[in-house]
């Protein structure tokens, strides 16, 4: 397999964008990616969108989207797996140019929330899950997260305003992030004072659903050094009923792909700078952590604190609670958001000699996750 | 919801039937085809225990399509007495009296409505163990 590098990026914000369709935005992350990697046409498209069967009851994305590229004649297809599509979809665009199939691929990912009303987006989150057993419940995802987050609670000791911290230091790191939906500072006590989404959580402690679309180029490394290469790329699942996991504040599709992918990348935990976590709620960013080897488990609010010396920067422009979480563009958001922090271009938000990033994406409550790490040649 | 889809499921939703496979003895709620644990394909059908404990819970507060008219509403995790656990709403109590490891029973349950003219679906929920019948 070749080694294969990051050489455009594009995004949008992430925002409630009325007045832009599916394909408008996709078209303008893809074109800003395909300029920025010096305008190559892509022999491939690949394309993640989570909610366009459902909102738009639009099929056959890939063609759509490379007519409107004005690429018409390009095969193209779509990737589907939840929250996790982007990342699925980015990894294999990789394996394509990596195997040596393809020269220069577009991956893009694409979301439109804002079609819908709010019971629809309540159904299309919890989609990932099992319609005939688990959303016949009647349970949302949120639901489902606040299931794990009361049994983490009571198992470890934790009190919750150790862990809503995530979502503080979310908001933090996404103030004056152009392209974040939720660019301010939110303190503890107006997160912890919001409403609950499903009780224990808070809706302030929930990621923003908004629309967005990111994009890459993938090409062949040139071995030049200074580029920003796909050091691993791992996926596992995990059984999909959190009635059916031993214990549910663990996530062993986290655990097993992370240890994958740092193997793949033949590097350790303390040589990553930084991580994009999937922090669909934040008790979902905090296990992940754990399961990810950052923390030792129920200790994983103690980064937030700054307590690991070691310890990388977490959700550098605000991860899915402040940057926003465009659903089936998700994962290939932190994928251009740790490009940009390895090319030294996130401005206000960026980590300082920045050399190795990971990125965790999920799809369902655990039952997919993927890890893609960059490191910077 | 279409009928076939809603039809195939009434055993195991209106009678709480699971699955057990022969190999190994492992219960499984829904039923499968496979073991996850063993990799037999032989797997009989098994009825579940309808009583148990919560583990488990939250409440909904901005619930999906179709389900508007019950919120807010408890949904646990709940551990029935053979050990399988499984997914349902609590009903029959305010959310802020639900606690860990409360006895809850099986109760049969109208789920949701397919508009005016659809299926109504019926199917579990749980209630506080109701004390008389513990004689």
């Known amino acids: 397999m070749r080694r294969v590098s990051i050489t455009g990026v594009g995004l949008t914000q992430v925002s ?76 294999e665009g990789v394996r394509a140019v990596a195997s040596g199939l393809y020269d ?90 919001s409403p609950f989404e499903a009780d224990p959580i808070h809706v302030l402690e929930c990621s923003g659903i908004g629309d967005g679309a990111a994009a890459v180029v993938i090409q062949p490394s040139r071995g030049e ?77 103690s980064l937030l604190a700054g307590e690991g010396i070691e310890a990388p920067q977490i959700n550098t422009f605000g991860g899915l609670k402040a940057r926003g979480n465009p659903v089936g563009a998700t994962g290939l958001y932190q994928v251009v958001e740790v490009t940009m922090q390895l090319r030294g271009e996130a401005g206000r938000c960026q980590v300082d000699g920045a050399e190795i990033g990971l990125a965790e994406s999920l799809g369902g409550l655990g039952s997919t996750c993927a890890i893609t790490i960059l490191r910077r040649s | 919801m279409s009928v076939p889809r809603y039809w195939r499921e009434i055993k195991y939703r209106y009678r709480l039937i699971g699955e057990r ?20 394909r032989e797997l009989e059908e098994y009825q579940l225990r309808d009583r148990g404990r919560v583990i488990s819970w939250t409440v909904i507060r901005n619930p999906p399509k179709d389900y508007e008219k019950f919120a807010p509403y408890v949904v646990a995790l709940v551990e ?34 397919d508009g005016t003219s659809g299926i109504i679906e019926y199917g579990y929920k749980f209630r506080p163990r109701i004390e008389s019948e513990k004689k």
């Open chain 1, 225 to 301: 050094g200074g580029e920003v290469e796909v050091a691993a790329y791992s996926t596992s699942t995990d059984r999909v009923h959190l009635t059916e996991r031993p214990d549910i504040t663990t996530f062993e599709a986290v655990k097993r792909a992370s240890d994958r992918a740092l193997r793949m990348a033949g590097i350790s935990r303390r040589d990553v700078d930084l991580v994009e976590l999937h922090d669909e709620t934040t008790i979902t960013g905090i296990i992940s952590l754990e399961d990810m080897g950052f923390a030792e488990r129920g200790k994983g609010t």
């Open chain 1, 104 to 193: 220069c691929v577009l991956v893009g990912g694409v979301e439109k929330a804002s079609d819908a009303s709010p019971e629809e987006i309540a159904g299309f989150l919890s989609m990932p899950e099992d319609q005939e057993y688990t959303a016949y419940t009647g349970i949302t995802n949120f639901g489902l997260n606040a299931l794990i987050y009361r049994q983490y609670l009571e198992r470890f000791g934790v009190r919750q305003e150790e862990i809503a911290m995530l979502a503080v230091r979310c908001h933090e790191h996404a103030e004056g992030c152009p392209h974040a939906m939720y660019p301010f500072k939110l303190s503890l006590e107006r997160i912890l004072s």
């Open chain 2, 80 to 113: 029935l007495d053979d050990g399988v656990r499984i997914l349902t709403q609590l009903v029959d109590i305010e959310p802020e009296e639900v606690k860990a490891g409360m006895r809850v029973e099986a109760t049969f349950r109208r789920i949701r409505e």
């Open chain 1, 16 to 91: 409630e964008h009325w007045e832009r369709s599916l394909t408008d935005l996709f078209v303008e992350a893809a074109a800003k990616a395909i300029d920025d990697a010096g305008g190559e046409d892509p022999e491939a498209i690949y394309v993640s969108s989570s909610g366009a069967p459902f909102i738009q009851r639009q099929l056959n994305l890939g063609a759509m989207v490379a007519d409107a590229l004005g690429m018409a004649g390009t095969p193209a297809l779509t990737v589907e797996a939840g929250a996790a599509g982007g990342a699925i979809a980015l990894q």
């Open chain 2, 21 to 40: 496979c022969i190999r190994c003895g492992s219960l499984y709620y829904p039923r499968r085809a496979i073991c996850p644990r063993c990799g037999s």
